[in-house]
């Protein structure tokens, strides 16, 4: 009897070790490498042409937090936007900023720059849903104060709008690595991966999530960002978007540069926040894998829900491959190329392997954390490694 049960539970065992297997082998290996087939073949036919129609109004919206580093690279940049400026609105919102960031902005009161000012600091979400109320224009582009955008790219994405269908329309951002850290390298190669599937996911039209630090939606399709709990804004405003029935799509040609984070601990803090906001709504989100709307369930699954679990995908692995042991030699080799994959890891002589193994811990712990008491508002600015120029 006791035989017997070994052997159901060594089965058990093994069937969790092949499922997690294969969910990590699609996430990081199958769905990359197909989705560009799977864009191919269900690819969205659009309802007009994209070209055609007059230019919509556009407001820009920036929530600002000590970036005085920064800041007037931002707005000289926003000045030399190739777009209609009787067509264009700049609010920025300076959300209790400790610095000069409401100073250097409230110069640039007479070119059209408006300033928000906040008494304190209560953080990006509330400062955005502030920034709506006073909006006025039909397109909302939201961006962070450290991108810094190509002369065209309003032009770029206001074209997706020219179809009443599409919702929210992301921008192309490249990243680039001043830092010459490891880190930042990984950060870098991951990024380039990211923004390949978003291209891809974006001729299907069903972008999973934006990027915050430039992206558009119709301002009427805008949703209140809860303030309770951090939010990641870009990707709950995009969600919202696709579960009202529209599409969000990706705009290579309309680009944004960033530097990488300064500091590996930096970068690895906001990866944890990142994590425990993507936690505090994830039941929010679910909606996403609603059957009757197959292909947007497949692409928030593959790219979405498997990352975000998977820390813990990689513990079960872990644990029944040694439970396996000794079943056979397979999972002895196995259990080698684990420990050595992530020897390479932790000393970091693969930077995209580092990265790649500092974002999940950080995922794991932004999971538990999304357990415990949140203090809501406020946020904490990272260093970059364009704080010096």
């Known amino acids: 009897m006791s035989e017997l049960m070994g052997e159901d539970f060594l089965f058990g065992v093994q069937i969790v070790f092949w499922t997690m297997l294969v969910l990590l082998i699609h996430c990081y290996l199958l769905f990359p490498v197909t989705l560009p087939f799977v864009s191919e073949l269900f690819k969205r036919k659009k309802s007009c042409d994209a070209s055609d129609g007059e230019l919509p109004t556009v407001s820009i919206l920036i929530s600002a937090y000590n970036e005085e580093a920064v800041i007037e690279r931002k707005i000289q940049n926003i ?23 409401a100073e250097i902005v409230a110069r640039y009161a007479d ?3 408006t300033l928000v000012k906040a008494p304190k600091n209560a953080g990006k979400a509330a400062m955005l849903n502030r920034l709506n109320g006073i909006a006025k224009n039909d397109i909302l582009l939201l961006c962070d104060a450290n991108t810094m955008f190509f002369p065209n790219v309003v032009r770029k994405l206001v074209r997706a709008f020219q179809d009443e269908k599409i919702g929210c329309a992301c921008g192309h951002l490249i990243l680039s690595d001043k830092s010459g850290s490891v880190l930042g390298r990984g950060e870098s190669s991951y990024w380039d991966l990211e923004s390949e599937i978003k291209k891809f996911e974006g001729v299907l039209d069903r972008l999973i999530g934006g990027n915050g630090a430039l992206y558009a939606i119709r301002r009427k399709l805008y949703t209140e960002l809860p303030v309770k709990k951090s939010v990641m804004d870009d990707f709950f405003i995009a969600t919202k978007v696709l579960q009202k029935g529209y599409y969000c799509t990706f705009v290579s040609s309309a680009i944004g540069t960033e530097q ?92 995209s392997g580092y990265y790649f193994l500092l974002m999940n811990f950080a995922m794991l712990k932004g999971f538990f954390m999304a357990f415990g008491r949140e203090k809501s508002g406020g946020w904490a600015r990272e260093a970059r490694s364009d704080d010096e120029a």
């Open 111 to 113: 070119q059209g720059i």
């Open 260 to 351: 990488t984070s300064k500091e590996s601990t930096g970068e690895y803090r906001r990866k944890v926040r990142i994590g425990r906001a993507n936690f505090n709504f994830l039941f929010s989100y679910l909606p996403l894998l609603n059957p009757f709307r197959p292909l947007t369930a497949y692409l928030f699954f593959s790219h979405k829900i498997l990352r975000w679990f998977s820390a813990h995908i990689f513990i079960l692995l872990f644990i029944s491959n040694v439970l396996l042991l000794t079943s056979g030699l397979v999972y002895q080799i196995f259990f080698g190329a684990f420990v050595l994959g992530l020897l390479v890891a932790i000393f970091k002589i693969v930077p």
């Open 79 to 101: 000045l030399e936007i190739d777009y209609p400026k009787e067509k264009l609105e700049v609010l920025i919102g300076d959300d209790g900023s400790a610095d000069r960031t």
